[in-house]
């Protein structure tokens, strides 16, 4: 299975990135180049001071190997995704759609309905409430019960981190689907594929972080989330879930088009 490649340089030096024949050659201050071909790559994800060369990321285009940038705190700058020289059944759905009047009152109604299910399915497995299923008093709820292990800062730091690597995710399945970059990001300014699929599933990346958050009440006064020792073990937390959230985005995906062919 390809692998994410995370190349952070928040809290150390800046790294180079050129294209080195089919790989990445990466180049950290003091270290020897390491290669990371892109026929193992299923992401990258940016963070901090990284100077890309032109042809790097015109051949991670080609390769439909998806870039996401993040900010300083986690949030997303920007993608970097490729075009799809033939649309998709799927992407072909997706633009059909955009062209109806009434496309973001329904998408509305399908997004509600799709976040509302991950989020029952989240409060039944930790035992919360079920008198109020709203999206920001649940997220409040699952912080109380986080924050018993770390400071609010650190949980709010720790999803927002993963929240970004989630959409690198998104991003990669979305391509292997053969979907535009255009139809997800671009095709409608109100829209964003990548971003909302990442919210709705998201809901379960909580498990995940409150692993990250026990391991690092255990080591509070040495690290946190914004250290590197602290920025791996969310990482690894991380990847160890996105079998599973490969899988829910997979069914997710395939229900959106079977949803989106009931317009056309």
């Known amino acids: 299975m390809n692998r994410a490649l995370y190349l952070d340089a928040t809290a150390g030096s800046p790294?180079?990135?050129?294209?080195?024949?089919?790989?990445?050659?990466?180049?950290?201050?003091?270290q020897a180049d390491r290669l990371y071909p892109f026929a193992r790559?299923?992401?990258?994800?940016?963070?901090?001071?990284?100077?890309?060369?032109?042809?790097?990321?015109?051949?991670?285009?080609?390769?439909?190997?998806?870039?996401?940038?993040?900010?300083?705190?986690?949030?997303?700058?920007?993608y970097c995704l490729g075009a799809q020289p033939r649309p998709s059944g799927l992407g072909e759905l997706i633009e059909a759609f955009?062209?109806?009047?009434?496309?973001?009152?329904?998408?509305?109604?399908w997004y509600r309905a799709a976040e509302r299910r991950s989020v029952l399915w989240v409060v039944r497995r930790l035992r919360l409430p079920e008198d109020d299923l709203r999206p920001g008093t649940v997220r409040k709820r699952i912080d109380l019960l986080l924050s018993q292990h770390v400071p609010l800062r650190q949980v709010h730091r720790g999803r927002a981190l993963m929240q970004g690597w989630h959409q690198g995710l998104v991003a990669g399945l979305f391509a292997?689907?053969?979907?535009?970059?255009?139809?997800?990001?671009?095709?409608?300014?109100?829209?964003?594929?990548?971003?909302?699929?990442?919210?709705?599933?998201?809901?379960?990346?909580?498990?995940?972080?409150?692993?990250?958050?026990?391991?690092?009440?255990?080591?509070?006064?040495?690290?946190?989330?914004?250290?590197?020792k602290g920025r791996r073990r969310l990482v690894n937390e991380f990847e160890g879930w996105t079998t599973h959230l490969r899988d829910r985005h997979r069914r997710l995906i395939d229900g959106l088009g079977v949803w989106l062919g009931g317009f056309v």
């Open 15 to 30: 790294l180079w990135v050129r294209r080195d024949g089919p790989a990445l050659s990466v180049r950290r201050p003091g």
């Open 98 to 109: 955009l062209e109806r009047p009434d496309w973001a009152e329904r998408y509305a109604d």
């Open 176 to 228: 292997a689907h053969g979907v535009s970059g255009g139809a997800l990001v671009g095709r409608r300014m109100e829209l964003n594929l990548i971003a909302d699929f990442a919210r709705i599933v998201g809901w379960e990346l909580n498990f995940a972080l409150d692993r990250a958050c026990r391991w690092l009440a255990k080591r509070h006064r040495q690290t946190s989330f914004d250290e590197p």
């Open 41 to 78: 790559l299923s992401r990258i994800v940016v963070s901090g001071p990284v100077e890309w060369e032109t042809a790097a990321l015109t051949e991670a285009m080609e390769q439909g190997v998806p870039v996401v940038f993040l900010g300083r705190h986690g949030h997303v700058r920007g």
